[in-house]
């Protein structure tokens, strides 16, 4: 095996690139990876004529405020907290909100969306008391580890995943 099959089986485990995996690692690549919604995007999305949940802002006056804030030379508030921003990763449930209380909630250690409490967080590689647990894993990746002498690490086939192995609606309870 080279190493760059190597690299690709590790490249969707974050586990050893971040040996500790902890709420604040995680959390961290999630507000890098918040999208940036425009009117489109919303129209899209059926979102138009909505509020912001949490601030009940419409949508659309987010946008237009974020606008205004692209265009001058120093905006009033940094660009990373103004717009509209959706929980998109494939295992989050697609809520929209705007960005300026969705950044808050995750770095106020919230680990599950304000609306319907579903996990923001990764549920494929999952630490527990029993040891590592990496959803959607295959028989090559579960050599790797073995062969890097990880013998605690369960690999759990997607296809095998039943009503029990699916992630709870909250991953943690610490940090609620
Ligand atoms: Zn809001
Ligand atoms: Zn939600």
Redesign the pocket.
Known sequence: MDSRTVFDLFASTPLFFAPQNTFDDQAKKLLEKLPRLNASDLTALGHKDNNCSVCFVPFLAIISEEETALAMESPAHPIEELGVTR?SEKWQ???VFCRKDLVKWIREHNDS?P??R?SILDPDVKETPGGVRVYGGTPELANLYRNMGINNVTIIPNDARGPEERPAASTSSMFS
């Open positions: 929980l449930c697609g809520h969306c609306m319907c579903k």
